[in-house]
């Protein structure tokens, strides 16, 4: 395999990122002389998008010890890694970016999310935990707080003097939110909030920091004010006093030892009637006056639960990012080691034949490769736009909506190819893959429960679907499922609710395409953008036509459970139109040709590699014949072989230094004394 000259990589910090103060001294001698290709560089430069220098300035400045934790330190010793880990953030600017600047935050929501990705670079636990505290906990109080509640609880937080934990899940409700146990009852007489678990299966589960660290939670639960329930509220509750002893009232567990995840202390709670002051409420959306009288400048229950929910969407946001750099992860190792391991003799070859040589290899990897940059697009495009609307003076309600139902879309899209990716490098890799130390079990198990928090997939998809029958601001609304269904029925009419910033170049390249022959369109971009819309509009389409034939039914609940394959499927064909166009964008925006070009290589071998995953599809509904499948096919291969001799350089610009891969084959002294085979 070829490689560009080698050259130092240390980025000089751009005017645009901020650090602590703290941290400036500390930061400004680099931690990091990595070696890159010059076209690995560029690659990173391309494809960083605004928050480029954030990522460059951690690469740089953070050291390898922060982000690699030893795979083999028991529990006990990876969640005490875990929290040396998470002061060494602090002290790096990698924490409270999103807190406001009164408590010494950037109020850069946008940066939190690629303060979370890039810790997911190194160790997930860390990323978890420190993604619990800040993310979660701390957004929660940024989000649902006043200014009394960010300076009492933010700044401790950010200090790490108060270590914070999100108590939403219990054990008989996870995704069903609004349907939590947990009483928050109001006692107007002592002027204080009694935190409550009524039953067994209202006690809290699964809560990072519960187990071993947590100082007080964000708890979720059913606020009850005089004879009335008001819906799900957020009350800050305590949980152990400066000795690390739980409080009255308060029972705590350790749920032990999880498939992955070993540094994050994930435990349950049980409130026995613990009282608080009524000014722990998050009362942003919803409040208790002085008189004792609930409050809202939200009418219906229903949609103070969504507009609640709603602004922590950042936290999918942050999963999908962490998934989508899991991902690119397991793909540098794979890759790197797939550049050195040589297997079997061939006629012609001097010595051994390397991994990627064989074209079932390459098959492996760099359609994946292909797909790992389109997810970064669309990251960057979701963070940008996450941001751009924080910093709207006054708030566009149908835009948020639309983030937050692309977000739930693409944490789903993003940890189902995550997991899937992380397994077949294991795989690529044989048995040295199947060691601990060589970073990919260890990743495979922190990687895997991405599919499950900040909601389930399932449940994720079928809420992208809904938003795209009913339209965003119906679904947030007090549609029951009939009422979904009905509107479904009759407002669709087979326009795509929601565009993205590439609409205009879209439809100019789909334009084009129209006026070409089916032999001069297979690497086309515009028709393969045709494709991916006709797809999206025909499945959204009929799934409406299907459910308006039972729109009249009284049992709707049966009328939407029996069209779930469709409805999955509807969301699945949008989101892969999302991040294609979030990848022609990205493209449009790269003015290094050399770049440009590998790039343009890169989406096109993703774009045929989702064609002819679902070409069943295509042939089945007269999209593309059978003789039109196989060109893609040899098509997929010929741009795996051409793409192949780039692959060290694909692999530096995902952005993921060697050192902070954290795999053992891939050092210089092991590769070079590396033996064929483990045998089981």
């Keep these: ?148 509640h960010h300076e009492t609880f933010l700044t401790p937080n950010l200090a790490l003097e108060q270590v914070g934990c999100y108590a939403m899940t219990e054990f008989g409700h996870g995704s069903d939110v609004a349907s939590l146990e947990t009483t928050h009852t109001y006692d107007a007489e002592t002027d204080e909030i009694v935190v409550h678990s009524p039953t067994p299966s209202a006690t809290k589960t699964y809560i990072g920091a519960a187990a071993q660290d947590a100082h007080v939670a964000a708890v979720y639960g059913q606020l009850v004010v005089g004879d009335e329930s008001h819906g799900v509220h957020v009350v800050l509750v305590p949980l152990r006093d400066a000795d690390g002893t739980p409080l009255p009232g308060v029972t705590l567990g350790d749920n032990g030892a999880k498939g992955g995840l070993a540094g994050v202390d994930n435990g349950t709670i049980t409130f026995d009637q613990v009282r608080v002051p009524r000014s722990h409420l998050l009362d942003r959306y919803g409040g208790i006056d002085d008189e004792g009288r609930y409050v809202s400048d939200i009418d219906s229950d229903n949609k103070r639960f969504f ?133 990919l079990t260890v990743l495979r198990g922190d990687a895997d429960v991405f599919a499950t928090f900040e909601g389930d997939n399932t449940v994720l998809l079928q809420l992208v679907a809904k938003g795209l029958l009913s339209g965003y601001k119906e679904m947030w609304g007090d549609l029951d499922m009939r009422g979904m269904v009905q509107f479904a029925a009759r407002a669709f009419g087979g326009q795509f609710v929601e565009a993205t910033a590439a609409r205009p170049l879209v439809e100019r390249l789909r334009s084009a395409a129209a006026r070409k022959g089916e032999d001069e369109t297979l690497l086309d971009r515009g028709w393969h953008l045709a494709m991916f819309a006709d797809r999206e509009r025909h499945v959204l389409e009929t799934l409406a036509t299907r459910l308006r034939r039972r729109a009249d039914d009284q049992d709707s609940f049966e009328a939407f459970n029996s069209a779930q394959d469709h409805v999955l499927l509807a969301a699945r064909t949008h989101m892969d139109r999302i991040v294609l166009e979030a990848f022609v964008a990205g493209i449009e925006a790269c003015e290094d040709e050399e770049v440009r070009g590998l790039l343009e290589q890169l989406c096109t071998l993703h774009a045929l590699t989702s064609i002819d995953a679902d070409s069943g599809w295509f042939q089945a509904h007269n999209r593309m014949s059978a003789g039109r499948a196989k060109a893609v096919v040899t098509q997929i291969n010929n741009l795996c072989t051409e793409l192949a001799p780039h692959a060290l350089e694909l692999v530096e610009g995902m952005g993921i230094p060697e050192a902070w891969l954290n795999s053992q084959m891939l050092l210089e002294e092991t590769a070079a004394t590396w033996t064929p085979g483990v045998d089981g």
């Design 307 to 439: 507009t609640m929910l709603g602004t922590l969407v950042r936290g999918r946001i942050c999963v999908a990012a962490g998934a989508a750099t899991a991902s690119r992860k397991a793909l540098s190792i794979a890759t790197r080691y797939a550049l050195r391991r040589r297997q079997f003799s061939a006629p012609g070859h001097d010595g051994d034949v390397v991994l990627l040589d064989y074209l079932a290899h390459q098959r492996k990897l760099i359609p994946a490769i292909a797909t790992a940059y389109a997810h970064r697009f669309a990251v960057n495009e979701l963070v940008e736009r996450l941001q751009e609307l924080h910093e709207m003076p006054t708030k566009d309600q149908e835009a948020q909506r639309e983030l937050e139902t692309r977000a739930a879309g693409l944490k789903a899209v993003m940890t189902r190819f995550g997991n899937d990716t992380v397994q077949m490098c294991r795989e690529a890799c044989g048995g040295a893959g199947y060691m601990a130390e060589n970073g």
């Design 1 to 148: 395999m070829t490689t560009s000259t080698q050259q130092t990589h240390v980025p000089e910090p751009s005017t645009d990122v901020t650090m602590p103060a703290a941290a400036a001294q500390e930061a400004s001698a680099p931690h990091s002389t990595e070696q890159l290709s010059d076209l690995g560089d560029r690659l990173r430069d391309a494809t960083g998008g605004s928050y480029g220098p954030v990522r460059d300035l951690a690469r740089a400045t953070v050291p390898t010890e922060v982000m690699v934790r030893d795979a083999s330190l028991t529990m006990a010793q990876a969640r005490e890694w875990t929290n040396e880990a998470m002061r060494s953030l602090v002290r790096y600017g990698m924490a409270g970016s999103g807190f406001p600047k009164t408590v010494g935050g950037l109020d850069d929501v946008g940066r939190s999310c690629v303060d979370f990705e890039m810790t997911a670079h190194g160790d997930l636990s860390l990323t978890v935990k420190s993604g619990v505290h800040f993310g979660l906990y701390g957004g929660a109080v940024t989000a649902l707080g006043n200014a009394w």
